[in-house]
């Protein structure tokens, strides 16, 4: 399985963008990138998800890079409530069903 | 809208007990999935099913066995506890497996303590 690099831990203050990285230098064609949250005490969220152009979506924003060895998920706006564990994730088109979370990016915003 | 509903929400067994954990996935939502996530670690995927078939198998001990019902429910089965069983136990359901693009639908948890 193709594997996904983020940093350990990222640090923001309320009402500022927010680019959180994830480096996949082994991206196959077929795997499509997805990003997942966890706040804190609940289940993993759905956030977005993208395969080769930029996406929106009234969470955020995913920009894919050209040669999709890497993405960048942009929180917009910061608020406290988007502190959380932020994982990019590549789903094989082949095997959908294995859904591999590595280690995420912990997101801490600041008021 | 309705959501994932697991059941029990918390759990404490003895070491070499069963457990048995129940996952309600969303109306409609025919996949379901059960991942493991143990203190300060990130989730492990463990096992899914599609149309109350097995799709797929991830680090799934051999003491655990899970299997999806009729009404698409499904239960995970845990025996002979150990004490590194303890753990978060989340379960997420999806419409379809088809299109990886379906999102998966987290449910609340199952907190599971093995003394």
């Known amino acids: 399985d193709a594997k996904t690099t983020q940093p350990n831990s990222m640090e923001s203050n309320e009402e500022e963008p927010v680019h959180l990285p994830c480096n996949h230098s082994?991206?196959?064609?077929?795997?499509?990138i997805h990003w997942y949250r966890q706040l804190p005490s609940q289940g993993p969220e759905y956030v977005i998800h993208?395969?080769?152009s930029n996406v929106n979506n009234r969470m955020a924003s995913l920009a894919i890079a050209e040669d999709r060895k890497s993405s960048t998920l942009i929180l917009h706006r910061a608020t406290l409530r988007d502190a959380a564990v932020y994982y990019c994730?590549?789903?094989?088109?082949?095997?959908?069903?294995?859904?591999?979370f590595g280690s995420g990016t912990k997101l801490n915003v600041k008021p | 809208a309705a959501g994932v509903i697991q059941s029990p929400r918390h759990l404490i067994k003895e070491k070499r007990e069963t457990a048995t954990l129940k996952c309600y996935p969303i109306?409609?939502?025919?996949?379901v999935y059960w991942y493991q996530q143990g203190p300060g670690q990130d989730p492990q995927f463990l096992i899914s099913?599609?149309?109350?078939?097995?799709?797929d198998k991830g680090s799934i001990p051999d003491r655990f066995s899970a299997q999806q019902f009729s009404d698409y429910h499904s239960e995970l089965n845990m025996s002979s506890l150990e004490l590194g069983d303890s753990a978060l136990y989340f379960c997420?359901?999806?419409?379809?497996?088809?299109?990886?693009?379906?999102?998966?639908?987290f449910g609340p948890g199952t907190r599971l303590t093995v003394l």
């Open positions: 997420a359901s999806s419409l379809g497996p088809q299109g990886i693009y379906n999102e998966q639908f």
């Open positions: 082994t991206i196959s064609g077929t795997d499509y």
């Open positions: 993208g395969l080769t």
């Open positions: 994730i590549l789903r094989d088109e082949g095997n959908f069903n294995k859904f591999y």
């Open positions: 109306p409609r939502h025919d996949t």
């Open positions: 099913f599609y149309e109350k078939m097995q799709s």
